[in-house]
């Protein structure tokens, strides 16, 4: 994180700046350093607390930093800083009580409420945006193009020719700022006869009256031309009337802790920002050695697939070249010997002897299989011991019968 150089500024500014922004911000130092910068790179602006009001009626005290831009007709604007900087983007508006005799030039970037919409607050991003390129783009705006432009004159034609080709200056008495202008007191002011001695002899009914008739748009003239007072601002002051003079210890120490403060937050989010690339990297790294074996994995069995398929595809091919091979061989000797000769012809024996001889053997075979079947289903509890005893007991009487038989006809043969 990179500190910025606050030495521009005088100390009472840094610790009133650093007090606000602590107290009221979510992100104190990357305010302070943002707001900092901005002051420091654009010294029309000057900074106060004031009280920002929301479209929804909903008012807050926040940093602003005021100013004219410098431009053809200087603009003056305000620049918000809401407590959620820089989640939330800066609000920028045209001072619409310093424009005096100026009006709003309404735009695609200006609305008639004075709120400027720039690229930078269209696109706004937290992470690299900042107050110093909104303000870098506002007075380029500015200096190109005019957001505000002098009233139409034909507009005020009952009040300026009303108004004396010069402006009287000001009584040098001290009451006149505070006591109203009676009358008689214009018309001294404005009577050619402005002797001392003679004031009150001018004084009558018909010359006063004539005298209010053609003073007064002099007296409305600077009524009009009066701005309201501005609220006390000692921040501005501080910045203005800044002198070189000999160091305040206790500016100097509050300074010192000030700065010693922000290297301390500039060391330890280095820390922190090395210590999560460390681990990140880490991360990635062990990843990327996962990725490449789970990769070399696949890639081999892959190649295992690949070759067991082409085997395989081999072994088919041999085997089909094979019956082939056979089966050109039987169509040949179909040929030359004659018609095949059918299985069941093979099968039948040759005399009834010996197909009684084959019953018998194969009766005898799947008796012993029931006995069998008859055992597993008593040892699976599937039937009782009588009904296993009975069926147990009548075909091992049919198997003792039939293996007489099969000896009879074995001594026959």
Known sequence: MNTTNTGDLPPQVLEWLFKVVNSTYHNPRKTFQDVSETLIGNRFLRPRTRVFTETDGKSSLLLCLYGKVPAAIAVPVHVWVPPEYPIVAPFVLVDLESLGE??????????????????????????????????????????????????????????????????PPRPSRPNTTTIPVSSSESSRVTSPVATPPLPPKPINRPFSSSSRKSTRPALVSPTLMTPPPAPAAPQPDLIDNFEMQAANPYHERALQKLRDLLEQLAREDARVVHETLETRTQAISVSRDRFQSLYKQEDASVQTLKSSVLTTTQVLSSEIQALDTEIDKAQRYIQEYGPETKIDDMIVPESPVALQLYGLVASDHALTDCIQALGRLFHDEAIDLDVFIKKTRSMARKQFQVRVHIMKVMEHT
């Open 102 to 167: 100026n009006r709003l030039q309404v735009s695609n970037v200006l609305n008639s409420n004075g709120k400027v919409s720039l690229r930078g607050l269209k696109y706004w991003e937290p992470e690299t945006s900042r107050i110093a390129t909104l303000l870098q783009e506002l007075v380029y705006l500015a200096q190109q193009d005019a957001l505000i432009r002098p009233l139409d004159t034909s507009q005020e034609a009952p009040i300026l020719p009303s108004r004396p080709p010069s402006r």
